[in-house]
């Protein structure tokens, strides 16, 4: 007995729903959210980003201090007229230490320690006259190692905070044996600034980074600066100025300098080092001021000026990142100047003079098809009716224009199945409504149409065959009129149309695939 197809005929009359134009994901593409705040608060300039122990994420901007919970924003500013307030409106570096404490570095006003219970600052700021205090008010960056020790990194040197007494221990990036490598009044020439810190877990000591060349280790039992040895002393590495540090999770050091991208095995004490623009000279494209790890173990990177930069480590790949002012999904800037990677996942980016953005990489991009008159490869027209992707993942797109278009995802182009009145097993005489696959034989797709009733094409064959009403035929098709189809998991193909009525008691029709008849059940 030959299996049948069921088709039900639904009552109801539905809106007909119009889409312009064409969008599907495109999972390679990439979309940067802009995160836009209306009011006081200016994130045009942010510069450094944290997440804290409670969720809250922190932005350090030009313009004063901001925490946000994800729904609403609040700006922390210096007031001459309450002492407890932020010390400077300029906030270079955060960080969270291990007791929670949230500290907060400034550009010209010294280090504060925020107090959540009371939502005031705590200052730390240099005094000419106490060599207990901070070396400089010029704070770049502050690290906590595993010995839960707080150093702060100033345009002076190197800070570590004495939790007991609530005080300060400086240290100089200059020593005995580089005083006459280096000008011993190298601080008064603007030499000595420490960047970035991070803690060698091997041995306890500390990676500098600086306007020095080169790479620094501070010993923390001698409290000495000496350079990094490499097997390769020729490493670009010892010529080059160190921006940031960021630890992957696979236990390199990744470093972002003034020449290009380096990663450290500190057990072998080797380099690789790599160049967006591939150079022995000074170039801004290779100049990495940020540089962060995300959950997919891809290193991002963002230079000075020009843009942002996502890494490979196993294919040893630059994906690009500038800005287009016409591309309104793009970055909305040119210098990053930090990078942060949340709880969630989501990617922050900091743009100075441009504000703040983020990256949801579970959320992608949408590609658009259009319809463009010039090239006949492009989607058959702009009025799109019915979509269907089938099982072998090839999109089908009925249009108006007597028009259904297969996509090619390899070349990027559409190939179109157009109406012809010469051939009988061609595509219908009318506008398509929708298509829909059949489940239980592949390769065959069932197609509705506005005034000419259904089609069956075998995609194979590119033969269509067509039922429409018949008022001699009692098993003909009802209606010429088809908007929806959707079969169930039994089979039965149900038919949505824009009007007309089943008698009573007779719900729905099936067609005899050996007759190609319609009966009413």
């Given at each position: 007995?030959?299996?049948?197809?069921?088709?039900?005929?639904?009552?109801?009359?539905?809106?007909?729903?119009?889409?312009?134009?064409?969008?599907?994901?495109?999972?390679?593409?990439?979309?940067?959210?802009?995160?836009?705040?209306?009011?006081?608060?200016?994130?045009?300039?942010?510069?450094?980003?944290?997440?804290?122990?409670?969720?809250?994420?922190?932005?350090?901007?030009?313009?004063?201090?901001?925490?946000?919970?994800?729904?609403?924003?609040?700006?922390?500013?210096?007031?001459p007229?309450?002492?407890?307030?932020?010390?400077?409106?300029?906030?270079?570096?955060?960080?969270?230490?291990?007791?929670?404490?949230?500290w907060?570095?400034?550009?010209?006003?010294?280090?504060?320690?925020?107090?959540?219970?009371?939502?005031?600052?705590?200052?730390?700021?240099?005094?000419?006259?106490?060599?207990?205090t901070?070396?400089?008010?010029?704070?770049?960056?502050?690290?906590?190692?595993?010995?839960?020790?707080?150093?702060?990194?100033?345009?002076?040197?190197?800070?570590?905070?004495?939790?007991?007494e609530?005080?300060?221990?400086?240290?100089?990036?200059?020593?005995?044996?580089?005083?006459?490598?280096?000008?011993?009044d190298?601080?008064?020439?603007?030499?000595?600034?420490?960047?970035?810190?991070?803690?060698?877990?091997?041995?306890?000591?500390?990676?500098?980074?600086?306007?020095?060349?080169?790479?620094?280790?501070?010993?923390?039992?001698?409290?000495?600066?000496?350079?990094?040895?490499?097997?390769?002393?020729?490493?670009?590495l010892?010529?080059?100025?160190?921006?940031?540090?960021?630890?992957?999770?696979?236990?390199?050091?990744?470093?972002?300098?003034?020449?290009?991208?380096?990663?450290?095995?500190?057990?072998?004490?080797?380099?690789?080092?790599?160049?967006?623009?591939?150079?022995?000279?000074?170039?801004?494209?290779?100049?990495?001021?940020?540089?962060?790890?995300?959950?997919?173990?891809?290193?991002?990177?963002?230079?000075?000026?020009?843009?942002?930069?996502?890494?490979?480590?196993?294919?040893?790949?630059?994906?690009?990142?500038?800005?287009?002012?016409?591309?309104?999904?793009?970055?909305?800037?040119?210098?990053?100047?930090?990078?942060?990677?949340?709880?969630?996942?989501?990617?922050?980016?900091?743009?100075?003079s441009?504000?703040?953005?983020?990256?949801?990489?579970?959320?992608?991009?949408f590609?658009?098809?259009?319809?463009?008159?010039?090239?006949?490869?492009?989607?058959?027209?702009?009025?799109?009716?019915?979509?269907?992707?089938?099982?072998?993942?090839?999109l089908?797109?009925?249009?108006?224009?007597?028009?259904?278009?297969?996509?090619?995802?390899q070349?990027?182009?559409?190939?179109?199945?157009?109406?012809?009145?010469?051939?009988?097993?061609?595509?219908?005489?009318?506008?398509?409504?929708?298509?829909?696959?059949?489940?239980?034989?592949?390769?065959?797709?069932?197609?509705?149409?506005?005034?000419?009733?259904?089609?069956?094409?075998?995609?194979?064959?590119?033969?269509?065959?067509?039922?429409?009403?018949?008022?001699?035929?009692?098993?003909?098709?009802?209606?010429?009129?088809?908007?929806?189809?959707?079969?169930d998991?039994?089979?039965?193909?149900?038919?949505?149309?824009?009007?007309?009525?089943?008698?009573?008691g007779?719900?729905?029709?099936?067609?005899?695939?050996?007759?190609?008849?319609?009966?009413?059940?």
């Amino acid at each position: 007995m030959a299996k049948k197809v069921h088709i039900v005929l639904l009552l109801i009359v539905f809106p007909l729903l119009l889409i312009t134009n064409l969008s599907f994901p495109q999972y390679d593409d990439i979309k940067f959210e802009q995160i836009r705040i209306e009011g006081e608060i200016q994130l045009n300039n942010a510069i450094c980003i944290l997440q804290d122990h409670l969720g809250f994420l922190w932005i350090g901007t030009r313009s004063g201090l901001v925490k946000y919970d994800g729904y609403e924003m609040k700006v922390y500013k210096p007031s001459p007229e309450d002492t407890s307030s932020i010390s400077g409106i300029f906030i270079s570096a955060l960080c969270e230490d291990q007791r929670g404490h949230l500290w907060i570095g400034t550009s010209m006003m010294g280090l504060n320690r925020f107090d959540y219970n009371t939502e005031t600052f705590i200052h730390y700021q240099y005094n000419e006259g106490d060599t207990t205090t901070l070396n400089s008010n010029v704070v770049n960056t502050i690290y906590e190692d595993t010995a839960n020790r707080l150093w702060i990194g100033t345009d002076k040197g190197l800070n570590l905070l004495n939790y007991q007494e609530n005080n300060f221990i400086r240290y100089c990036l200059k020593e005995k044996k580089y005083k006459s490598e280096y000008d011993i009044d190298s601080i008064k020439s603007n030499r000595g600034k420490i960047f970035t810190i991070i803690e060698d877990q091997t041995t306890g000591n500390l990676l500098v980074g600086s306007d020095f060349p080169g790479l620094w280790l501070f010993d923390i039992k001698q409290k000495v600066f000496s350079t990094y040895k490499l097997i390769d002393s020729h490493s670009p590495l010892t010529n080059s100025s160190i921006n940031i540090f960021h630890q992957a999770k696979d236990g390199f050091i990744w470093i972002g300098t003034n020449r290009g991208l380096a990663k450290l095995d500190r057990t072998l004490k080797k380099v690789e080092f790599y160049q967006m623009i591939i150079t022995s000279e000074f170039n801004l494209a290779n100049e990495f001021i940020s540089l962060v790890e995300d959950n997919d173990g891809l290193i991002w990177v963002g230079t000075a000026e020009k843009g942002l930069a996502q890494f490979d480590p196993v294919t040893k790949i630059f994906k690009i990142f500038q800005y287009d002012r016409l591309n309104p999904n793009g970055l909305n800037g040119f210098w990053v100047r930090s990078l942060y990677v949340d709880n969630s996942g989501i990617l922050w980016i900091a743009l100075d003079s441009t504000g703040l953005q983020k990256l949801d990489n579970k959320k992608r991009k949408f590609k658009n098809f259009y319809h463009i008159p010039q090239n006949p490869n492009s989607l058959s027209a702009g009025w799109v009716y019915g979509i269907c992707i089938d099982r072998k993942g090839s999109l089908w797109v009925g249009t108006e224009g007597l028009i259904l278009n297969r996509y090619n995802n390899q070349v990027n182009q559409f190939i179109k199945y157009k109406y012809n009145p010469i051939h009988k097993l061609n595509l219908s005489e009318d506008w398509i409504s929708c298509i829909v696959e059949d489940p239980n034989e592949q390769g065959v797709l069932w197609i509705g149409t506005w005034e000419d009733g259904l089609s069956k094409f075998e995609t194979e064959k590119g033969i269509f065959r067509h039922y429409i009403p018949d008022p001699s035929d009692p098993d003909a098709l009802s209606h010429r009129t088809i908007i929806g189809i959707v079969i169930d998991h039994q089979g039965i193909m149900w038919i949505k149309r824009a009007k007309g009525l089943v008698p009573t008691g007779q719900a729905y029709e099936y067609l005899g695939k050996t007759t190609g008849c319609f009966k009413i059940t």
